[in-house]
Nanobody, 126 residues
Framework: RVQLVESGGGSVQAGGSLRLSCVVS????????MAWFRQAPGNQREGIAA????????SYADSVKGRFTISRGSAKNTLYLEMNNLKPEDTAVYYC???????????????????WGQGTQVTVSS
């Protein structure tokens, strides 16, 4: 059974940086995409970054492009999100997720992911 555990959230001032980690236990080579989502109170869950496991190709939401970087560790069951130049509007609960889809044109769509972590809070103050 695949289980995901995020860590690394916290509180920072605007302009600061954080690095989120996600460890996937029970990792399987059938995992097609690994991704980060976030959800602020009153908002829908937003896909912000995804990586295709077979090719390493990445996708980003416009809201984080150029500021956030998704990557995998040398152990393929670890996912990272490097967040720089954080803004107050980045405040949210951040989730990692995986799916078993081989290829999609919508890698940031939450409905395509079937395994989720419990989330980690990121708070950015102005």
């Amino acid at each position: 059974r695949v289980q995901l555990v995020e860590s690394g959230g916290g509180s920072v001032q605007a302009g600061g940086s954080l690095r989120l980690s996600c460890v996937v236990s029970g990792y399987s080579d059938s995992i097609g995409y690994m991704a980060w989502f976030r959800q602020a109170p009153g908002n829908q869950r937003e896909g912000i970054a995804a990586i295709r496991t077979t090719r390493g190709t990445t996708s980003y939401a416009d809201s984080v492009k150029g500021r956030f970087t998704i990557s995998r560790g040398s152990a393929k069951n670890t996912l990272y999100l490097e967040m720089n130049n954080l803004k107050p509007e980045d405040t949210a609960v951040y989730y990692c997720a995986t799916n078993i889809i081989y290829s999609t044109s919508r890698p940031l769509s939450a409905d395509l992911y079937n395994r989720w972590g419990q989330g980690t809070q990121v708070t950015v103050s102005s």
